[in-house]
């Protein structure tokens, strides 16, 4: 039998010696394969959509609450709204663990049927066969069971980004996913003014609102197929993430990420704030549901525009603590200047700017904030390290919430003339309040949030670091593929034999 031996073919250096090459072997270096399937857009518009409708769910009573509240009763539009936050505490560590243990798809079917469910019941609130008794009840149950849906959807987009894209779409992603909330917010503000003209139009808009909704929890039912893709899009993608509770732990003992946690945090407490008090501002100083409608849209215009630039940007340059700084100082300067505003009449154009300025700048960041969430903990699981910035952003929308309608004042008599908040001047129901008070507590807290970002903020990419590393061991790899074609085969009896001494008999 022939004994076949690998002999290596070494590069030579200028003096004719072999060079010695020093590598790991080829068969100690994972082979991975990546892949990007078209489906990832699928499994992106369902969430979208979940989100979009949800978010229509939640805040479409508050531009015409005025009315809401003589329909359903005294404070009924505020409760509707604040039932979404309040729901989130107690079911979001539910959803962060479930989106972690049962996978994407779970966690997608849950908030389909929850907010599919809870609309319906909305619209039936809302006949006219139902005494005004139940109305709120039945209105309260549903909108609760929608609001389940809530801490559900609002860690899809990043999961769904780091499970199903690749890291140059990432970003992009995240923004559509993450903007199809404020857009929501859009079509409501401008929608839900225009529909309820009177209190028993109330029954149209739950109409409107339910049957997307419906739609939406279909195509999370019939299209949404599995949690992750067959070969995942990217490195970081293919590694195992930690349990619940240990990455639960990592991200607690993360001093950049509680830092994150309390900014973001605060900045989505401020914004589902402003637009859920959004009439409550205005109509003090004469301006009307539709302006206060519109402001929103604007606020949700500018912020969409914003984010598509800042995701592509980032995507591109990876610069997301600059851009988010950068993002969120403006933010509030402009938030601030509208606060101001808000407290005398005839700026109808100065407050509509700010708006639009805000929400270019404001709503730019909260997808690259996100991101940096997942950037600052990995490997701990996207739904881990966002639902934690979703569950402080509800935390904190109920005590801004809290503060701007504690610290509210009786308006004072002179500005009565005014105001618009009240339906007739019989109506006890809507009383127009002053907001300066509020409004100097919630400006001080906004600026203290900024400087933590801007001064303490110093993150490390540790899901760049991680995939930058694990591409130049697949170079490293490749060129040790390549060195080991270069080996040549022969049998070991053709081999050249050194020398030996030979014992001459004579």
Not at 146 to 161: E, H, R, S
Request: net charge neutral.
């Amino acid at each position: 039998m022939v004994i076949q031996k690998d002999i290596p073919l070494q590069p030579l250096n200028s003096s004719g010696q072999a060079v010695a090459i020093d590598a790991p072997a080829p068969a100690d270096v994972a082979q991975i394969q990546l892949r990007v399937y078209k489906q990832r857009w699928v499994v992106l518009l369902a969430v979208a959509l979940l989100n979009n409708t949800n978010t229509m769910s939640w805040i479409g009573y508050a531009p015409s609450g005025n009315y809401v509240n003589r329909f359903y009763g005294e404070g009924s539009a505020a409760w509707l709204s604040l039932v979404f936050m309040i729901c989130t505490i107690p079911v979001g560590m539910f959803a962060m663990w479930a989106g972690r243990e049962w996978g994407l798809r779970t966690a997608i079917l849950i908030a389909g049927y929850t907010n599919g469910i809870g609309s319906i019941i909305r619209v039936i609130s809302s006949i006219g066969a139902i005494s005004e008794e139940y109305r709120f009840p039945i209105c309260m149950t549903g909108q609760a069971i929608a609001a389940v849906a809530y801490p559900f959807i609002m860690f899809l987009p990043t999961k769904v980004a780091g499970s199903w894209f690749p890291d140059t779409q990432r970003a992009i992603a995240t923004t559509i996913g993450v903007m199809s909330n404020p857009l929501g917010v859009l079509m409501a503000n401008l929608i839900s003014p225009a529909i309820v003209t009177s209190p028993d139009r109330i029954f149209y808009l739950n109409l409107f609102t339910s049957i997307p909704s419906c739609i939406a929890m279909l195509i999370a039912v019939f299209f949404v197929t599995r949690s992750d893709p067959k070969h995942p899009p990217t490195i970081s993608a293919s590694q195992p993430q930690m349990p619940f509770t240990t990455g639960l732990k990592s991200c607690i003992h993360s001093k950049q990420y509680i830092i994150l946690l309390i900014v973001m945090g605060g900045g989505i407490g401020m914004f589902n704030c402003l637009y859920t008090v959004m009439l409550e501002l205005l109509c003090p100083s004469g301006y009307s549901n539709l302006f206060s409608g519109f402001c929103a849209a604007l606020m949700i215009i500018g912020g969409i525009c914003g984010a598509a630039a800042s995701g592509t940007f980032v995507d591109r340059t990876k610069l997301y603590e600059e851009t988010l700084k950068a993002g969120l100082a403006a933010a509030v300067v402009f938030g601030l200047i509208f606060l101001q505003l808000t407290l005398h009449q005839g700026f109808s154009i100065p407050i509509a700017i700010s708006c639009l300025l805000f929400g270019i700048c404001g709503l730019a960041t909260y997808p690259i904030g996100l991101e940096m969430a997942s950037e600052c903990t990995f490997p701990v699981s996207e739904t881990t390290s966002t639902g934690l910035i979703v569950l402080s952003g509800q935390l904190q929308s109920v005590i801004y919430v809290f503060l701007m309608k504690n610290y509210a004042r009786p308006l004072q008599p002179e500005r009565m003339g005014g105001q618009v908040c009240q339906l007739t001047p019989e109506d006890t129901v809507n009383t127009p309040k002053d907001n300066t008070l509020s409004i100097i507590i919630f400006s001080a807290l906004a600026s203290a949030l900024v400087f933590l970002l801007v001064c303490f903020f110093k993150p490390v990419y540790k899901r760049l670091e991680a995939e930058r590393a694990a591409i130049k061991t697949r170079a490293t790899a490749q060129d040790i593929t390549q060195e080991v074609s270069n080996t040549i085969t022969i049998p070991e009896e053709s081999a050249v034999v050194p020398l030996v001494e030979a014992k001459i008999v004579m």
